[in-house]
């Protein structure tokens, strides 16, 4: 068990630009979450998946925002035409079905100039 | 709507003293609450959590906590604190089917030697 792994763990880019982060959870986990945290505050739930179907979106996620689980194991999401507002930490999750233990990768920074 | 609230931003104490950090939660039936901790630059590590049952819960570290339900509170303890307990440390409940978690805005811990 290597943990929830997220790539890259830092991305700088210019506003405009697409950009896309990948997820590979715990293997056995079949949930996966994406939070966004931005500084001073804590993690705000962005999306869910159980195993490749997205059961929930947050109203955060705005038309720009797309993530997906083609294979119900990693997950990636991708950021359309970036704002400097989408600057965070962008943080992954997975859990398996009725423990709702929820473990977190490192996060990737996105820092959007 | 569900709510976690963690009213001390930042709390200061000597290694050594005791520490409790204050959690205060809104949610329409039973919770499910955690405790995560995030040093800089790490993802978030889970120190407990509370489904049912014993309402005092340990935790990893040396760290408990106690569900009152009266209070909707789930305050963090720990009687002895270390300088590597410096950290933030966020409040979380668990919501609906999803199990998505719903984060207060943490609080900074800080220990002088």
């Known amino acids: 068990d290597t943990g929830v792994s997220q790539d890259p763990r830092h991305k700088i880019t210019k506003r405009g630009q697409n950009v896309t982060f990948r997820c590979d959870p715990i293997s056995e986990h079949n949930r996966l979450y994406w939070y966004r945290q931005t500084l001073g505050q804590g993690p705000e739930f962005l999306t869910y998946f159980q195993n490749e179907a997205q059961l929930e979106k947050s109203r955060l996620l705005s038309d720009r925002f797309s993530a997906e689980r083609p294979k119900g194991s990693f997950s990636t999401l991708e950021i359309q035409r970036t704002e400097q507002g989408d600057s965070a930490m962008y943080l992954c999750?997975?859990?398996?079905?009725?423990?709702?233990?929820?473990?977190f990768g490192p996060g990737t920074r996105l820092t959007v100039l | 709507a569900q709510s976690v609230t963690q009213p001390d931003i930042h709390i200061t104490v000597s290694e050594g003293a005791s520490l409790e950090l204050r959690c205060n939660y809104s949610y329409g039936a039973t919770p499910y609450l955690f405790w995560y901790v995030q040093s800089p630059g790490q993802g978030l590590q889970l120190l407990l959590k509370y489904f049912s049952g014993d309402t005092l819960v340990q935790g990893i570290k040396g760290f408990e906590a106690e569900f009152k339900r009266s209070q909707s509170s789930f305050n963090l303890r720990k009687p002895s604190v270390h300088w590597s307990d410096a950290a933030e440390y966020f409040c979380?409940?668990?919501?609906?089917?999803?199990?998505?978690?719903?984060f207060g805005t943490g609080t900074r811990l800080q220990v002088f030697p």
């Open positions: 999750a997975s859990s398996f079905r009725g423990n709702n233990e929820q473990f």
């Open positions: 979380a409940v668990g919501s609906g089917n999803t199990d998505k978690l719903i």
